[in-house]
């Protein structure tokens, strides 16, 4: 068809003219020339970045302690139920008040902090948009998560700080052991017949939150064995011949062809956050090598995540990429290096840190998704987080 087309062209263009122009003139295209990025950063050269994000997230903040905004902020996410939207500002206000928590104490930081765990604990519990929008999860997840963290902080464990923690991290656990699906996990969409225990789970979703549940049986709240054993049995079986997880457990394998979601490159995320749960629930089958495995591939497939960041359209980049998994990806990078042994982790993470200086805009802010006051939140969070995990 081709050479057809150009055979034409050849006959009916005058030899020596190009065409006359149709429309709106478009102007020479311009080679483009991006920054260079350093292969490795030092925790001292990422120390701008790092306090340009914090004084950021800090500026953000509403006078009553939360982040963003409970309703569409930004018309690129129309659609969702009303509902959704104030789930995605609970989800992304938890990362918020985690990274608050895990940054150097001052005076200014430790008002924002109390302020942040006071509108977390506070604000109404999220609920479900609708049959199959069942977004309230990213909030009960990364609630719950946040919670358990905060308790587990000499600052948080005593007092009616502790209580409110405790009392809002068990209504979490209550709703995320109401909701988990019948193959053991959890996720933010439902598929037909709809009931209250959902049919659909993720690799991710469950990986996240699963070190959390563990934690929450250790400390005696009503988790029985076999919830978390039904949870790590699912993240388990969504691992892959060479180290990719699935996006979701399937009696078989879903892999169409060479450029599909479930291969390593679609995978980056997945793979760092099922490696660290795993190991922090116990599971031996993820040695040191599986997570050098991982993190080596996280590095040489990296320009797939680097294409998919900021396209507004979810799983629009190659291997189905999202752009909202970029900075999910690297916090738990990060968290998974730090479960290698001491004298290695500092090689891995100055690998890392320029994946994270180099998206940051000139407020100190980052998105990896679009301008929504969540995205904005969540990724601002996850940066300063996997920076941290990195100097502490």
């Not at 139920?81 to 200014?108: D, F, K, R």
């Not at 999860?137 to 007092?159: H, I, N, P």
């Not at 752009?323 to 998974?336: D, L, N, P, R, S």
Request: with cysteine.
């Amino acid at each position: 068809m081709l050479p057809t087309l150009l055979c034409w062209a050849a006959c009916v263009l005058p030899q020596g003219e190009d065409p006359a122009p149709v429309g709106r003139v478009l102007p020479a295209a311009q080679p483009v020339v991006s920054r260079e990025v350093p292969k490795t950063l030092s925790g001292e050269e990422i120390h701008d970045s790092h306090k340009r994000a914090i004084d950021s997230l800090l500026g953000r903040q509403n006078p009553d302690g939360s982040w963003g905004a409970g309703a569409p902020d930004c018309v690129l996410e129309l659609g969702f139920a009303l509902e959704t939207y104030y789930s995605w500002q609970v989800g992304a206000h938890a990362l918020g008040t985690m990274a608050l928590a895990a940054i150097p104490e001052t005076p200014e930081r430790r008002i924002a902090l109390d302020r942040a765990i006071h509108w977390l604990c506070t604000t109404r519990p999220s609920t479900r948009g609708s049959d199959w929008d069942n977004d309230r999860v990213w909030s009960t997840l990364y609630g719950f998560v946040a919670c358990m963290e905060l308790l587990d902080d000499k600052r948080f464990q005593e007092g009616p700080t502790a209580e409110a923690l405790t009392s809002r991290g068990k209504k979490f656990l209550a709703s995320l052991l109401a909701h988990q699906s019948d193959m053991g996990g959890w996720a933010y969409y439902d598929d037909p017949p709809y009931d209250r225990m959902p049919t659909w789970a993720t690799s991710f979703c469950t990986a996240l939150v699963l070190p959390s549940m563990v934690r929450a049986e250790q400390r005696g709240w009503l988790v029985e064995k076999k919830v978390n054993q039904r949870a790590l049995s699912y993240v388990a079986r969504c691992e892959l011949p060479g180290g990719a997880y699935e996006y979701d457990l399937n009696p078989r394998v879903r892999i169409g062809g060479i450029e599909h979601i479930n291969r390593m490159e679609g995978s980056l995320g997945r793979t760092q956050v099922g490696n660290w749960a795993r190991i922090q629930a116990g599971d031996r089958h993820v040695t040191p090598d599986v997570v050098r495995e991982g993190l080596a591939a996280l590095f040489r497939h990296h320009g797939f995540l680097d294409h998919a960041r900021t396209r507004p359209v979810p799983h629009e980049g190659f291997h189905a990429n999202a752009g909202y998994f970029y900075y999910f990806a690297h916090y738990y990078a990060a968290k998974v290096i730090n479960t290698l042994p001491k004298e290695e982790r500092e090689e891995w993470h100055a690998q890392l840190r320029p994946q994270i200086t180099k998206t940051q805009w000139k407020d100190g802010s980052m998105s990896d998704f679009m301008d929504a006051g969540y995205a904005i939140t969540s990724a601002t969070a996850f940066a300063i987080l996997t920076l941290e995990a990195g100097l502490r």
